[in-house]
């Protein structure tokens, strides 16, 4: 088993850049916890050890966790269901009761594409709630949540 303490950067950058990258799958959910056992694709077995540091930057898709050589192990961030929150233009103050409705559940919340719209992790409850929203327009989709986009002062799976 490969134990891995540490975010050795990410595979955007450059020294990463012709390495084979053995992927290790990271749930959104699980992207704040400290420990980890997991396998990778490749069928290595690896223990995940981090800091404190990790409860507020959470790991991101491409991180490198590990590296011998050319070969890394590098996080994976699979897609998930997630709610797109669109507001309507003539309706912007309602970005203010979205931001609040989420937040109210402890939810994460991503910026979206454009300026008024945001991203959150799918659950009914929520979905339901938003859809009753004058001038707040939802659809549910399937897609890899960026946590550099993130509004949220953690995108953590906290729930009451």
Request: net charge negative; proline share 4%.
């Amino acid at each position: 088993m490969i134990i891995c303490e540490k975010v050795l950067g990410n595979l955007k950058e450059p020294e990463f850049q012709g390495c084979h990258a053995d992927k290790v799958e990271i749930e959104w959910h699980e992207a704040y916890k400290k420990l980890h056992s997991k396998v990778t694709a490749e069928g290595t077995e690896i223990g995940i050890r981090l800091d404190d540091s990790i409860l507020t930057r959470g790991l991101r898709d491409g991180d490198v966790l590990y590296r011998s050589g050319n070969r890394v192990i590098a996080v994976s961030v699979p897609p998930c269901e997630v709610i797109v929150i669109r507001i309507a233009p003539d309706h912007p103050k309602m970005a203010c009761k979205v931001c609040y409705e989420i937040g109210n559940r402890h939810g994460a919340l991503l910026w979206g594409d454009d300026e008024l719209s945001f991203i959150t992790p799918y659950n009914e409850p929520a979905f339901l709630l938003l859809q009753k929203l004058h001038g707040v327009s939802v659809t549910r989709k399937t897609r890899k949540l960026d946590f550099d986009r993130a509004i949220s002062s953690t995108v953590s799976d906290h729930h009451h």
